[in-house]
């Protein structure tokens, strides 16, 4: 279930021969005073009976890589990385990128800076 800010998902045991999870990606645009905006986003659930929480940042030119970021924590905390939460309802996927776009106020074509590919782990 996706809302402005939020995404939620949730997944029965052995669902798609995956493990039960219920997870909540939240996400906000932060001015950082030294790297301007930055996309702030918050993972929080339960894969397979276990809890777990995850932060992370990513500057304004690279935020779109957010669903690499979010595949790459949860497979940390025991879910598949094709089974990632984002990719189940590519709508939603939509969505989400529309509207991180509309609060960067970002344009498609702008540049990327490399450097923020290596500091944002991507």
Known sequence: MFEPGHLHRSN?????GQPGYSIDFYYEVRQDPQEGAMLHGRLAG???GQHFEEVFEMHRDTAFNFASVISRLVAKHGLHPNASPIMRAHQEYDAIFEDIRAKLHAKPGEAVNLEHLKSDGL
């Open 46 to 48: 339960e894969i397979d």
């Open 12 to 16: 029965l045991p052995g669902e798609n």
